[in-house]
């Protein structure tokens, strides 16, 4: 079985060609006729570990593809390997390569240029032969696109204090292997109200960030300038309007503050322990025009020593009745705009804004200075999941993907992630249009404190989540983006309940129709989830019971020419064509086939 632990995984990425005995064919055709992967024994035996040189790639551009493979037997074996670039049963870029795999490991290499069309999601599949029968396969997804923000795929990072440059090598190859195209620096700053230690001139070497954690010049500079290699964005984390205690000593002042009565007699604050820098950060007007102009400086500042592509602006979510000095009530979540308009285009850099929990999500729908929708969500279930993600496309029409930031098994101090709750909640994310920001480091976030995250993943959950992110990449156009529309036609499944909504006991089923003329279905099976909250603070989230050979029945809009199953589930996510066939009754024309299987979620693609 491939490894995906990230201190086990075994990652190579070469920069050079090796096409000479390989048969190319660089062309658009049908992968025709049913398309059945048969169970092999023992899949990943061979195929240790499959990985790209970057992250994301421009139209035309070309990938340098690495396979590791190792021989588990006694005898060297006469191989052939097959490449294949697909969108769905659509073939880009096909080749082969006969070679011998001796005792120990080998590391093949090849190059190809990617098609020259942008915002395109592929899978890049891999099968071995031996004899012609198959003995292995793996799937990754490979993401063409100009920019990220149309299809972002976030995480964080929240240590800088590494001696060792080969430390950050290893966190951003496994962000690469994931998939990465955007990454938060959580807290990497001096302070808050004074973001860059030392000055533009003269940058400090070192510095302690808010919880007295060391931070380096060397280890940022390389986190960025390797991330930019990969594809990856830089994104600086701070607060929109917070100060430490010792805040007058910098210039500001109290009348830029917010209140919590109208007499400024005392300023709000959020509290954080005594053994840190500042145990209050001290919180400002955010409409305020003279915290604007000091905010606006000191982040220039930041930004003209580091080379980050944007600033990723925090806020705290409600805070109550809340006066500025004058005493006038404050609407918060009505004054973030301003100036995040103005940081954008006065630093000409790219803006991500966290709307804490939904606070101020309408007021940010309508502007421009959205790089991509992003939201901390604290609360609900998987409908609620679904609900945010569905309005804010109905806003933004995908144009920019949104991101959830939805911390699991939260209020855990120890211990291991549930698997099924994690791969459930992943589910409802993707299958809905959305993305969901959990990795940081070389872990997985349970709480809003990024350096403080103590739960573990199993190798095995690794797995599947680098299956779930290569899934999301190889269909991100059937997943989100523009054109998608949500659909009422109608779905059954013999002897299953179905429901357009997250219940208990049933099979929740949802469609989308998409520009080019195709439909979306999406299948997730709750059958036997005891509850749809998506936290799962008690860890007790079961498995689901897999389904197979389930009957199902489609009313269509446009008559379909081919079925395509894929789950992240199976077959690393790679897609199969099932057969079909066509019908009417009272209730319109309908298509039924046989979904193979159903585990956690399986979509289906009606062209």
């Not at 040189?53 to 052939?80: A, C, F, H, M, R």
């Not at 791969?423 to 959990?438: D, Q």
């Not at 057969?579 to 086939?593: C, H, I, K, M, Q």
């Amino acid at each position: 079985m491939r490894k995906y632990g990230y201190y086990s995984r075994k990652i190579s990425v070469f920069f050079f060609s090796f096409i000479l005995g390989l048969l190319i064919m660089s062309c658009n055709h049908k992968n025709d006729g049913i398309d059945i992967l048969l169970p092999i024994e023992n899949q990943g035996r061979y195929i240790q570990n499959l990985s790209t040189n970057q992250s994301v790639y421009l139209p035309g551009e070309t990938l340098y593809l690495s396979v590791d493979l190792s021989n588990p037997t006694l005898e060297i074996k006469t191989l052939k390997m097959v490449v294949k670039l697909k969108q769905l049963s659509e073939i880009f870029t096909e080749f082969t390569n006969d070679f011998t795999l001796e005792l120990g490991l080998l590391t093949k290499t090849y190059e190809f240029q990617l098609p020259n069309y942008d915002y395109q999601g592929y899978s890049l599949e891999i099968y071995i032969y031996q004899n012609d029968t198959l003995i292995d396969y793996a799937m990754t997804g490979v993401d063409v696109s100009s920019t990220w923000n149309v299809f972002p795929r976030y995480a964080a990072l929240s240590h800088y204090d590494y001696t060792d440059l080969e430390d950050v090598d290893t966190v951003l190859r496994t962000f690469k292997d994931f998939h990465i195209n955007g990454l938060m620096y959580y807290d990497v700053i001096d302070s808050h109200d004074q973001p860059l230690a030392g000055d533009t001139l003269h940058p400090d070497e070192s510095w302690n960030t808010i919880n007295r954690s060391l931070a380096t010049k060397t280890v940022l500079d390389y986190y960025i300038e390797l991330g930019h290699t990969y594809q990856m964005q830089s994104f600086v984390y701070n607060l929109l309007f917070g100060g430490y205690e010792s805040y007058v000593t910098r210039g500001i002042k109290p009348e830029w503050g917010l209140y919590v009565d109208p007499l400024h007699t005392t300023q709000d604050f959020h509290p954080l322990p005594s053994s840190w820098e500042t145990s209050k950060l001290y919180l400002f007007n955010p409409g305020d025009v003279n915290w604007q102009n000091y905010y606006i400086q000191v982040m220039s500042n930041f930004l003209n020593v580091y080379d980050f592509d944007g600033i990723q602006a925090d806020s705290l979510g409600s805070r109550g009745i809340r006066y500025d000095y004058a005493g006038n009530i404050v609407f918060l979540d009505k004054l973030h705009s301003n100036l995040l308009n103005r940081l954008k285009l006065e630093l000409e850099t790219q803006i991500i804004f966290n709307p804490v929990d939904g606070y101020g999500l309408d007021e940010i729908l309508s502007q421009n200075f959205n790089d991509i929708i992003y939201v901390e969500i604290w609360e609900g279930n998987y409908n609620s999941l679904q609900n945010t993600l569905f309005n804010i496309y109905d806003s933004t029409e995908g144009h920019i993907g949104t991101v959830l930031a939805a911390y699991m098994n939260y209020g855990n101090e120890f211990g291991f992630f549930n698997e099924a709750s994690v791969i459930y909640t992943n589910s409802v994310i993707i299958a809905s249009g959305g993305s969901h920001l959990e990795l940081v480091d070389t872990g997985m976030l349970s709480k809003e404190y990024y350096p403080g995250t103590m739960l573990q993943m199993t190798d095995k959950l690794q797995e599947k989540l680098h299956n779930i992110y290569s899934f999301q990449v190889a269909y991100e156009n059937y997943l989100r983006g523009p054109g998608l529309v949500r659909s009422n036609n109608l779905t059954t499944i013999l002897n299953y309940d179905l429901s357009n909504t997250a219940e208990q006991g049933k099979i929740w089923s949802f469609s989308r129709i998409k520009e080019d003329n195709s439909e979306v279905i999406h299948f997730i099976n709750l059958l036997n989830t005891t509850s749809i909250d998506w936290v799962d603070s008690k860890r007790i989230k079961m498995a689901p019971v897999p389904q197979t050979n389930l009957n199902v029945k489609h009313y269509y809009s446009l008559q379909p020419t081919e079925i395509i199953v894929a789950s992240p589930d199976r077959y690393e996510g790679i897609s199969l064509n099932v057969p079909y066939t066509l019908g009417s009754d009272a209730f319109g024309n309908y298509v039924e086939f046989v979904l193979p299987s159903l585990e956690y979620y399986t979509m289906v693609i009606i062209r």
